[in-house]
């Protein structure tokens, strides 16, 4: 592998490394992980990295004919994680999922907490790990990679980005058990305002850009 692509590799993580943007996300992954016991929260950990590098790989090699195929562009893939994102944020916000129990042990999940598989992909992998405008960086690096070589450069560091986001997820729930459910519930509004506020940039820009693009298409 050549200089220039690892140039190319190294880029794209801290792109996408920036985009993320950990102490962020640790935020916003909290009141999520509020009620599952350890063992659940590692369970959620690894499966946002095997979500995550299925989604990288995906848009990495057969990201960009795919949605040219369904008629998909990545800026209604952002406006779609925007309206996702916006639902789950507001009761968020208001404090209406607010729990009043305290941290929880691995005897297993507290009361009024779904399965943790049916928070591992919506909302944890998408969209607030990996939305449309992540899709887009993979899909427009791996369309200025010069070959095959420079595509698995690409690989490696999307495999780099999705450790990254399990080690993230995994430090949370650590952080989760040693905090008191008031804290939590304070945490869970400030994580619900950021997550409002990031769900409407979304739901903007990926809206903007749809737009602009059936004006170009005209």
Known sequence: MSELHLDDALLLFLALFALYSPIAALASYLPYLEGYSRSEQRRLA???FINTSVLMLAALWVGEPLLELLGI???????TGGIALLLAAVPMMTGQTATTVEPSTDKGELPGRPPWKSIAFTPLT???TFGGTTFGFFVAYRAEAPSVTAAVGLTIAG??????TGITLALAGRITHRITASTTAMLEKVAGILLTAIAVSLLASGGTRMVVEVFNGL
Do not use: D, I, M, R
Request: hydrophobic share 70%; charged share 0%.
């Open 159 to 164: 495999f780099a980005y999705a450790a990254l």
């Open 126 to 128: 998408f969209p607030l």
């Open 73 to 79: 562009s990545t800026a209604a893939l952002s406006a």
């Open 46 to 48: 690894w499966t946002l």
